[in-house]
């Protein structure tokens, strides 16, 4: 008797078939492991040098004090707006903003209370040293004895924010997304061109066990490819990762799970496109939007604010925000629940969408 025929064995042959292939593919490699790696590089040497500071200003400070119109003034300290003083407090902790400023008029006194960070080290130093000299520059000015303002200063405790904290999981969310668009889209439709497809369909492997190898392929490349360039940051330009490999870990299941939202993206370019030629127009209508907005090298909060909405809206923006908060923060998966949500929402509807117009031939 002949033995019978294993689905399982198939799809892991074609899983198999698909990742040697993308291996010796150039443009994957390069695009999914080498580009990314050369940006994190780029940016860990660069450090965190920049001309502006960002400070909160204490909601209670006194704007009617004569100092006041003098801080103002100040171009290098660009302040950021939070809900409250406590998010502002956690920001800086966190080394997301340098200072946190408070200024009080009393008796004709100006004083300005000044909080800075461990985690913003440096920048904190050139906050305290521009405040100190407008403040010294006030009394000079009033030929009084007496001073006419005051600068307390405060430091806390903190993490060192870096620039690749901020970079590398951007990156890492970027490499996914093109791997997934890209790598799915072009490979299917290759498939189909080929006629490789129709040969497939003449064995007894169940149609959905072909996309479930492809995309299972893609998966154990993209871990290798998260796991690469995590490793690069951590061991050559000092990545945080809070908890060690259990964060590490946390950040690569983040990942796939948005590799499997570009996925669907890239099954249902697939079946939009006519040939391989019309792959690439039509996948960067969906990459383009989400490099520029969604957080790759700058946060969205510093768009214009009718774009910020559009940003939020993105599977991408998303990916990097939950990524950086558990690596950085050490954030467990229902701290991330928002963007874990809207990357489940994106996959429900796209898989949906894909489901309506996927097509086996041309």
């Known amino acids: 008797m002949s033995k019978r025929y294993s689905q399982i064995k198939a799809m892991l042959a074609i899983t198999k078939a698909s990742l040697i292939s993308l291996i010796h593919n150039p443009s994957a490699v390069v695009f999914s492991i080498i580009f990314p790696v050369i940006f994190i590089a780029i940016f860990g040497l660069l450090g965190n040098g920049g001309s502006t500071y960002d400070i909160y200003l204490d909601s209670s400070t006194n704007k009617s004090a004569p100092i006041y119109s003098l801080f103002e003034q100040i171009k290098p300290l660009k302040q950021v707006d939070y809900e409250n003083y406590n998010e502002a407090y956690e920001a800086l902790e966190s080394g997301q903003i340098d200072a946190i400023v408070k200024i009080t008029q009393t008796n004709g006194k100006s004083e300005i209370d000044l909080t800075t960070s461990e ?69 299917l439709l290759s498939l189909k061109e080929t006629l490789v497809l129709k040969r497939f369909f003449a064995t007894p492997i169940k149609r959905i066990n072909i996309l479930l190898a492809e995309g299972l392929s893609r998966l154990i490349f993209s871990t290798f490819q998260a796991i690469l360039i995590i490793a690069i940051g951590y061991f050559f330009f000092d990545f945080t990762l809070v908890h060690g490999v259990w964060t590490a870990i946390e950040m690569i299941i983040i990942a796939m799970a948005g590799l499997i939202v570009f996925l669907g993206m890239g099954l249902m370019i697939s079946s939009i496109s006519r040939d391989e030629n019309s792959v690439a127009p039509i996948a960067n209508l969906f990459t383009l939007p989400q490099f520029l907005l969604g957080g790759v090298f700058f946060p969205v909060d510093v768009f214009p604010t009718w774009l910020q909405p559009i940003g939020h ?20 998966f229902s701290e991330v629940g928002t963007h874990l949500l809207v990357l489940l929402i994106w996959a429900i509807v796209v898989y949906v969408v894909t489901s309506r117009m996927f097509k086996w031939d041309k």
Request: charged share 15%; hydrophobic share 45%; proline share 2%.
């Open 119 to 187: 985690a913003s080290v440096t920048n904190g130093s050139i906050v305290t040293s521009i405040l100190k000299s407008l403040v010294t520059d006030v009394n000079l000015a009033t030929n009084e004895i007496t001073e006419s303002a005051t600068l307390q200063t405060t430091s806390i405790a903190g993490r060192e924010y870096k620039q690749i904290d901020f970079i590398l999981p951007g990156q890492l969310g970027f490499a996914l997304l093109n791997s997934g668009i890209f790598g799915s889209a072009f490979v």
């Open 313 to 332: 809206l993105m599977p991408l923006t998303h990916l990097n925000e939950a990524m950086r908060k558990i690596a950085f923060e050490g954030a467990s």
